[in-house]
C-alpha cells in the first residue's frame, strides 16, 4: 500500500530555506505514470499547488514561487524533497506531498490520488 | 493562470439531503477537473477525477459531471461522514489551481 510520509523542520526564520522530505513507501520513484508533487494550505485557507517531478528529474513549478523553489529526487532513498528560499510568513502552511497520476490520453489526465498526512511549518524569527 | 470558482462557499445540509456543488473555470479546461474531498486536520481525498470518474474505493453516492467551463458534484444521499469542505481542481494547464473550497456542516 503506497504511503507518503512528510518530514522537516516545524519552524523556520524569515529569510531562511525551508526544507522539507516526502519519504515513499509501497511504490518507486521510478514510475513511469506519476509525477510526485507538493501542494500547501496556509492556515484556514485553500490548497495552493507548488509544484512536481517526473523520475527523469524533469520539474515543473508554480509560477509564483519559481524563483524560490525547487523539487528533487533521491531515488536511492526513496525520497523527493522540497526546497523554498526566502521564506517569509506568507510561507506559513501546512505541506503535503502527493503522487500525481499521469492517466494517459490524446492529452494526459493529472490527479493527486495519494497524499501524505501534511507537515505543519510556521515562518517565524 | 486558469482561476477556479466554486459556490456556494459554505452550506448546510441534513443527512439525507441531495447536494449539489458547482465549480466554474475562467477559460475551457474540457473535462481536466478533479474533485477532493478535505475534513478538519486531514490530508485531501480524491473522489472525482477527469470530471466524473470515480476514484476507486469512494461510494458511489459522489458523481460529477461537466465539461468546459462548469462542472457539479453530487452527493445523492448525505451520510454524517460527508460532512467537510470539497474542493476542485483544474488539471488542464500548469499551474495546477483549485477552487477556494465549499464547506459542508450540518
Known amino acids: 500500500q503506497l504511503q507518503l510520509q512528510e518530514s522537516g523542520p516545524g519552524l523556520v526564520k524569515p529569510s531562511e530555506t525551508l526544507s522539507l522530505t516526502c519519504t515513499v513507501s509501497?511504490?518507486?520513484?521510478?514510475?513511469?505514470?506519476?509525477?510526485w508533487g507538493w501542494i500547501r494550505q496556509p492556515p484556514g485557507m485553500g490548497l495552493e499547488w507548488i509544484g512536481h517531478?517526473?523520475?527523469?528529474?524533469?520539474?515543473y513549478y508554480n509560477p509564483s514561487l519559481s524563483s524560490r523553489v525547487a523539487v528533487s529526487l533521491d531515488t536511492s532513498k526513496n525520497q523527493f524533497s522540497l526546497k523554498l528560499t526566502s521564506v517569509a510568513a506568507a510561507d506559513t502552511a501546512v505541506y503535503y506531498c502527493?503522487?500525481?497520476?499521469?492517466?494517459?490520453?490524446?492529452?494526459?489526465?493529472?490527479?493527486?490520488?495519494?497524499w501524505g498526512n501534511g507537515t505543519t511549518v510556521t515562518v517565524s524569527s | 493562470d486558469i482561476q477556479m470558482t466554486q459556490s456556494p462557499s459554505s452550506l448546510s445540509a441534513s443527512v439525507g439531503d441531495r447536494l449539489t456543488i458547482t465549480c466554474r473555470a475562467s477559460?475551457?479546461?474540457?473535462?481536466?477537473l478533479n474533485w477532493y474531498q478535505q475534513k478538519p486536520g486531514k490530508a485531501p481525498k480524491l473522489l472525482i477525477y477527469?470530471?466524473?470518474s470515480l476514484q476507486t474505493g469512494v461510494p458511489s453516492r459522489f458523481s460529477g459531471g461537466g465539461s468546459g467551463t462548469d462542472f457539479t458534484l453530487t452527493v445523492s444521499s448525505l451520510q454524517p461522514e460527508d460532512f467537510a469542505t470539497y474542493y476542485c481542481?483544474?488539471?488542464?494547464?500548469?499551474?495546477?489551481?483549485f477552487g477556494p473550497g465549499t464547506k459542508v456542516d450540518i
Open positions: 517531478i517526473y523520475q527523469s528529474g524533469r520539474t
Open positions: 509501497g511504490a518507486s520513484l521510478s514510475c513511469n505514470t506519476c509525477y
Open positions: 477527469a470530471a466524473s
Open positions: 502527493a503522487r500525481v497520476v499521469i492517466l494517459g490520453a490524446i492529452r494526459d489526465y493529472y490527479y493527486m490520488d495519494v
Open positions: 481542481q483544474q488539471s488542464y494547464n500548469t499551474p495546477f489551481t
Open positions: 477559460q475551457t479546461i474540457r473535462n481536466y
